[in-house]
């Protein structure tokens, strides 16, 4: 039986690479039934959910010189409304109501991006995926997910990831590198630790919002974020 959530609201930032699996690229079917499972029974703590996701199982950005950062963010917009409604149906296969929103309007296949919408949508129980970024190119999912869970007052970002904490280096390769339990917003732009994008960690340095970086691949590892457990690192 879970024990009592540690937070009430939170944001759940999956990087697209995740829903990969084992992969590489496009959708896991195995990882989106584990990851919607997990996100089911944390929506049924009576914890209100809302998700950011990634879209690099997809599109990794500018791939030649002949097209402009702009197009190419624009593209990578895409992706992550393809990965939302993915995880959409999956989700609600558990039984439970989702809303895919978007910062770029597509009325035919999500609802636009309202804060005080997503929110009343949160407090009757609903899932909220925020699709397609911040809607404007330069700016990451990193950003997207701080970004929202300002407008919304969510407590906590959950950081999904392939890897399972926040290290010194890339511990794939350099095997010395320094595995960190517990940092704070400051160090982590101080060291230009790799968990997410400086603008990312300045707003969420500047607003107070923690952050929870452990990895998605793990059965129960949303639930026990959820519940507060010492898993990866968190990010005060």
């Known amino acids: 039986m879970a024990g009592e959530p540690k937070y009430r ?12 699996g084992d992969k590489g690229f496009g959708l896991d079917d195995l990882t989106l039934a584990s990851v919607a499972s997990e996100i089911g029974q944390v929506t049924k703590l009576g914890v209100q959910t809302a998700l950011v996701v990634g879209g690099g199982n997809f599109w990794r950005g500018r791939t030649s010189d002949n097209m402009d950062r702009a197009t190419a963010d624009y593209m990578g917009m895409l992706a992550t409304v393809v990965n939302s409604l993915a995880l959409q149906s999956a989700i609600e296969s558990t039984g439970v109501e989702t809303r895919v929103q978007t910062a770029i309007e597509m009325r035919e296949i999500a609802e636009p991006y309202i804060r005080r919408r997503a929110i009343a949508h949160l407090n009757r129980g609903c899932v909220v995926i925020f699709g397609a970024g911040t809607g404007n190119p330069f700016f990451s999912t990193d950003t997207t997910a701080a970004l929202r869970a300002a407008e919304i007052d969510a407590e906590v970002i959950l950081l999904a990831k392939k890897i399972d904490a926040v290290y010194s280096a890339d511990p794939e390769k350099d095997p010395h590198a320094v595995r960190y339990d517990r940092l704070t917003h400051q160090e982590v732009l101080e060291r230009g630790l790799g968990v997410m994008d400086s603008t990312a960690a300045a707003m969420c340095r500047d607003n107070g919002i923690p952050v929870h970086v452990f990895a998605l691949k793990g059965r129960g590892n949303v639930m026990k974020a959820v519940l507060g457990e010492p898993i990866g690192t968190v990010i005060v």
């Open 9 to 20: 609201r939170i944001i759940l930032k999956i990087s697209g690479e995740a829903l990969a």
